[in-house]
């Protein structure tokens, strides 16, 4: 099993920045790859962004240049800043952690609301 702790969420306007934290229960290196995924209403949920162990990284077209995911092996914590922000970014973002025999585990979720 493995936890994930999320933070970071809130109301921003357009424009605006807000950076999540994703806190995992097991070393990030046990991970085949972590990253966020976000559900808007009526939508199903879709990847953000992905970090692999050693550091390569993969965006979702719509956030290419906008947003930035890291990570912190000591701390077992990645990131995801966001800036540039839309309203159309508005969802919940889940964090994902897919261990090495591909099962994932999902954090709690956390709210992001960009207002015009």
């Known amino acids: 099993q493995v936890q994930l702790v999320e933070s970071g969420g809130g109301l921003v306007q357009a424009g605006g920045s807000l950076r999540l934290s994703c806190a995992a229960s097991?070393?990030?290196?046990?991970?085949?790859?972590m990253g966020w995924y976000r559900q808007a209403p009526g939508k199903e949920r879709e990847l953000v962004a992905h970090?692999?162990?050693?550091?390569?990284?993969n965006y979702a077209d719509s956030v290419k240049g906008r947003f930035t995911i890291s990570r912190d092996n000591g701390k077992n914590t990645i990131y995801l800043q966001m800036n540039s922000l839309k309203p159309e970014d508005t969802a919940v973002y889940y964090c994902?952690?897919?261990?090495?025999?591909?099962?994932?585990?999902w954090g709690q979720g956390t709210q992001v609301t960009v207002s015009s």
């Open positions: 994902n952690f897919r261990s090495l025999l591909l099962t994932d585990y």
């Open positions: 097991r070393t990030i290196f046990s991970a085949n790859v």
């Open positions: 970090i692999t162990p050693g550091g390569s990284t």
